[in-house]
């Protein structure tokens, strides 16, 4: 099972610079390792001769993807571009680093001026000074016109931050897309529970983060993702966008930086099925790959007796239940299904 819209995550390093408590990597714990792009390019290619029809966006990422040298980033770029036509490439980095006119260059020419970055509240910076940096970085990024993804995880910190002084600070920075994200049980995360909210609190989040888009007309401020991918099930009836899509394994592929291949980012140091050894038409059929997509495709059996379900259609298959209550957003769901249907003015 292979689509033709193919995301690959191209782990420069297992490595970082920070120490995040909620990352699903190892943080400054990872290995200290780089990856090799010619040998990565040329199984990504190899993946376009076993389906010519398929598309490509090329996510550099880690770790912290900076760590390794930028001509490695170059070499891998100037080794798939012209075997995939239209691909688009992008990073994930963290922004607490200098950006050197190497750097600047690179995501100027190679990442068309588009990056994503990521903010959390207190497990992120270790000091003012790695948050100052941060946001200098943004507005000096910004200022050379770039358009900037910011992903900020759901944890405990966050929810006990109200939803509109989030949207206002993210406002105030600038940026222009915002993905909120949930934790999942992977890498730092599983060792460090209390970064956890409960579902119930999440739910009850993002429901007031709704009340307080329309409070305040936020809708317009920044793309609300997460948010979007909620409201566009009920304003052009499309179910499947951003995690609800059931979908990913079939689609994307992660390759860490030691070689092995994996599906989901989140579980690809744990859970990888294959190497950079293997024929891409070999792993595309394995049996592990297919079992980890058959596992994304089953629903827990209590989705079915839920109202919600013809909207939620299951939600992310890396998210845990607690008890009965489910970490897909039901109350805001449950809202939406009421205002629609002229329940509340």
């Known amino acids: 099972m292979l689509l033709d819209d193919l995301m690959f995550y191209i782990k420069t390093t297992e490595t970082c610079n920070l120490n995040c408590a909620h990352c699903f990597t ?23 001769d076993y389906q010519p029809s398929a598309t490509a966006h090329f996510e550099y990422h ?7 040298p930028v001509s490695d980033m170059w070499r891998f770029y100037d080794l798939t571009k012209d075997k995939w036509p239209g691909a688009t490439y992008g990073i994930t980095t963290n922004l607490v680093h200098k950006l050197t006119d190497e750097k600047l260059e690179f995501m100027d020419i190679v990442l068309n001026k588009r990056i994503g970055t990521s903010w959390d509240p207190n497990i992120r910076f270790e000091n003012d000074k790695q948050e100052k940096l941060f946001e200098d970085n943004i507005a000096l990024l910004l200022d050379r016109g770039y358009t900037i993804k910011l992903f900020v995880s759901l944890t405990r910190d966050t929810v006990a931050i109200e939803p509109i002084d989030l949207m206002r600070y993210l406002k105030k920075l600038g940026v222009q897309e ?22 119930l609190e999440m739910q009850q989040w993002f429901l007031k983060m709704h009340h307080q888009i329309k409070e305040y007309d936020a809708r317009h401020w920044f793309d609300n993702e997460f948010m979007e991918s909620v409201y566009t099930k009920f304003e052009n009836g499309f179910n499947k966008a951003g995690t609800f899509c059931r979908d990913c394994e079939q689609k994307l592929f992660t390759i860490n930086a030691d070689g092995s291949i994996a599906g989901c980012p989140n579980a690809a140091p744990e859970e990888y099925y294959a190497t950079l050894d293997d024929d891409p038409a070999t792993v595309i059929k394995s049996q592990k790959r297919c079992g980890i997509i058959m596992s994304e495709l089953q629903r827990d059996p209590r989705c079915f007796d839920c109202n919600m379900y013809k909207y939620c259609t299951g939600d992310c298959h890396q998210l845990e239940w607690e008890e009965n209550i489910c970490p897909a957003p039901k109350l805001l769901l449950q809202e939406l299904d009421r205002e629609i249907n002229g329940y509340i003015k």
Do not use: D, H
Not at 26 to 41: D, L, M, R, T
Not at 178 to 196: C, H, Q
């Open 178 to 199: 915002v993905a909120i994200e949930r934790v999942t049980s992977n890498g730092y995360a599983k060792k460090n529970l209390f970064v956890f909210p409960t579902n």
């Open 26 to 48: 190892s943080g400054k714990n990872g290995k200290k390792i780089y990856f090799q792009p010619e040998k990565v390019a040329k199984w990504v290619n190899g993946v376009k």
């Open 62 to 68: 880690g770790g912290e993807p900076f760590l390794a």
